[in-house]
């Protein structure tokens, strides 16, 4: 048995493509760069969500979350973002 989804077909049809780096900081700190983005038929690139999270050593963690799209001139522009600090609650 097949199944079908709802999914747009040809011209309105997008493509999600994801890269996601990871690395340590000049200052020790774990960094994560999740960059996933929506690429039309003809391979342009029409929209982005980032997600950058940084570990400290003190194990705090910063999430920056920056969504964009492409506007009318063809430039991305941040549409939304998010910054998030999640604490260890630990006290010196």
């Known amino acids: 048995m097949s199944e079908t989804n709802d999914t ?3 011209e309105d049809a997008l493509e999600l493509v994801e890269v996601e780096t990871e690395g340590v900081d000049q200052e020790g700190n ?3 760069d999740d960059l996933v983005v929506a690429v039309d038929s003809d391979g342009r690139i029409v929209a982005t969500d980032e997600v950058i999270t940084v570990v400290a050593v003190d194990s705090d963690a ?3 979350e920056t969504i964009s799209v492409v ?3 063809g430039k991305l522009r941040a549409v939304e973002e998010e910054i998030s600090v999640l604490e260890t609650g630990e006290e010196e």
Do not use: R, S
């Open 62 to 64: 910063v999430i920056d």
């Open 30 to 32: 774990l960094v994560d």
């Open 8 to 10: 747009p077909a040809g």
């Open 71 to 73: 506007g009318d001139d």
